[in-house]
């Protein structure tokens, strides 16, 4: 067997004995290319010895709900209803619904498709794209003085002076502090008019930092606390071009930045495996050692 498949069987292996409650130690989980050059970063090292059963999990999801948002000209958003709640003939208790959203709202998945033609859809990226160390990037002070702030290239090379270089295959979540403006519309969105999104206001990515953390970085995806990777006035949408165009998916809407350190996790982010899909509803979590 080689080594890097070995590798994997152990990730796999690690994530089974947390699911079953069991522990297991796990010995150089794999990124997508292997650890670029430029000197070991602690998201690296982590990846050498992580005890999965023992690790704090953050979930960092929104619940799909009456609140949940979605862009402002999405035709319809979040409706559950219900099919069945209650004893049966039978005399047992059964309950069922049934769910309808639009792929983009609430913690959701941006495929590479959704920019791109021809790109990955939904259920084409690789489960091994998402599951990789998680690199936290803050600017919530610059967007705090700035609704409209873009992280720039300075903002990502502070961040490798003092932690290191993102590795390869790393997971990059963008945290603006824009969660905690979750579920108030207007304040999130910066508007809350019904199908016109020319007047949104939130942080997000800037085309040069998205330009090299895809290209010079070759990261696996980019993640966000807002409700896009472009930013709220962006009219040519970039970042999403830059990144899909790539084969690198957006995770937008996450929750519970605040509670993530700048590296060291490992970041699960599994998104509805939707055939054909531009998009769907994510379940994010992030796996920090203790």
Request: proline fraction near 7%; charge should be negative.
């Amino acid at each position: 067997m080689s080594s890097q498949r070995q590798k994997i069987v152990l990730a796999a292996l690690a994530l089974l004995a947390m699911t079953l409650g069991g522990s297991l130690t796990v010995a150089n989980p794999p990124d997508i290319e292997g650890t670029r050059s430029g000197g070991r970063t602690k998201a690296a090292a982590a990846s050498e010895a992580f005890d999965l059963a023992n690790a704090r999990i953050v979930d960092l999801t929104h619940p799909f709900d009456q609140q949940t948002i979605y862009w402002p000209t999405s035709p319809s958003s979040f409706e559950l209803r219900r099919l069945h709640y209650g004893k049966t003939e039978a005399g047992y208790f059964y309950a069922a619904n049934s769910l309808c959203t639009p792929e983009h709202g609430g913690t959701h998945f941006d495929a590479p498709i959704h920019f791109a033609e021809g790109r990955l859809t939904v259920d084409q990226v690789p489960v091994r794209q998402l599951i990789g160390p998680g690199v936290v990037i803050d600017a919530s002070r610059q967007a705090s003085a700035d609704p409209d702030y873009r992280l720039s290239i300075d903002d990502v090379r502070r961040w490798e002076a003092a932690h290191g270089t993102i590795p390869s295959g790393a997971i990059i979540l963008l945290r603006t502090g824009w969660g905690a403006r979750w579920p108030d519309r207007k304040r999130y969105l910066g508007d809350d008019t019904p199908g016109d999104p020319s007047h949104l206001h939130f942080p997000s990515y800037g085309r040069e930092a998205a330009e090299f953390l895809v290209k010079e970085r070759r990261v696996a995806a980019l993640g966000v606390d807002t409700a896009s990777i472009d930013y709220g006035p962006s009219t040519d949408f970039f970042v999403h071009r830059i990144a899909n165009g790539a084969n690198v998916p957006g995770l937008e809407n996450i929750a519970n930045l605040e509670e993530l350190p700048e590296q060291g996790a490992w970041i699960i982010a599994l998104p509805m495996k939707i055939a054909g899909g531009s998009g769907g509803p994510l379940r994010i979590v992030a796996l920090i050692p203790q």
